[in-house]
């Protein structure tokens, strides 16, 4: 089991990024997905999930609104679109399948002017 994020990077407050995580290894489409978060000396929290065939969503609290998790079986690949964003929203954002307890390596994204 494999995940790739890419897409994460400097923006200032109110821009947008657009995450990819790409999967490999296993049947994607039969399986939950999912965006977590850490930030520098706070724990890893989850930021959103999509079920296997992106008929259902949820979001942290703090992101409702303003990201938005999709994901393209084709593909393999898990998306989460960051818009409006903040500068607690700066963290290392991390792709997860639950099915497997896999983690991807992770991609930065740091909002700062």
């Known amino acids: 089991v494999q995940l790739v994020e890419s897409g994460g990077g400097l923006v200032q407050p109110g821009g947008s990024l657009r995450l990819s995580c790409v999967a490999s290894g296993f049947t994607f489409s039969y399986h939950v997905m999912s965006w977590y978060r850490q930030a520098p000396g706070k724990e890893r929290e989850l930021v959103a999930g999509?079920?296997?065939?992106?008929?259902?969503?949820n979001y942290a609290d703090s992101v409702k609104g303003r990201f938005t998790i999709s994901r393209d079986n084709a593909k393999n690949t898990v998306y989460l679109q960051m818009n409006s964003l903040k500068p607690e929203d700066t963290a290392v954002y991390y792709c997860?399948?639950?099915?497997?307890?896999?983690w991807g390596q992770g991609t930065q994204v740091t909002v700062s002017s």
């Open positions: 999509i079920t296997s065939a992106g008929g259902s969503t």
């Open positions: 997860y399948t639950w099915a497997y307890n896999s």
